[in-house]
């Protein structure tokens, strides 16, 4: 059984920056996408961040695209997020995600494509 484990949430002020890691404790076929979701309170869970573990392309939600990147090593099994100039908005529970990718190679921003997921870790920005 595929197990992902996220880390590294907290509290910070507006402005900070916190640094996720997910370790996967095996890569499988059906996990050449990771990525991160995010669900607030009240909302729906958006994804995030992506990245293919093969290496190439990256996405990003809008709101937080120039100040987070996603990362990996994969000698590691890990993958990160390395958040930059937190907003209050970006409060939320950040989940960790594998799947497989879309038939032409990108990895999808919708979390109904992923197969194996993280249990969460809290992230909450103040002002």
């Known amino acids: 059984q595929v197990q992902l484990v996220e880390s590294g949430g907290g509290s910070v002020q507006a402005g900070g920056s916190l640094r996720l890691s997910c370790v996967a404790s095996r890569y499988t076929a059906d996990m050449r996408c990771m990525a991160w979701f995010r669900q607030a309170p009240g909302k729906e869970r958006e994804g995030v961040a992506t990245?293919?573990?093969?290496?190439?392309?990256?996405e990003y939600v809008s709101s937080v695209k120039d100040r987070f990147t996603i990362s990996q090593d994969n000698a590691k099994r890990t993958v990160y997020l390395q958040m930059d100039s937190l907003k209050p908005a970006d409060t939320a529970m950040y989940y960790c995600?594998?799947?497989?990718?879309?038939?032409?190679?990108?990895?999808?921003?919708?979390?109904?494509?992923?197969?194996?997921w993280g249990q969460g870790t809290q992230v909450t920005v103040s002002s």
């Open positions: 995600a594998a799947g497989p990718p879309m038939a032409i190679g990108y990895c999808s921003m919708l979390d109904d494509k992923y197969v194996r």
């Open positions: 990245i293919r573990t093969s290496g190439g392309s990256v």
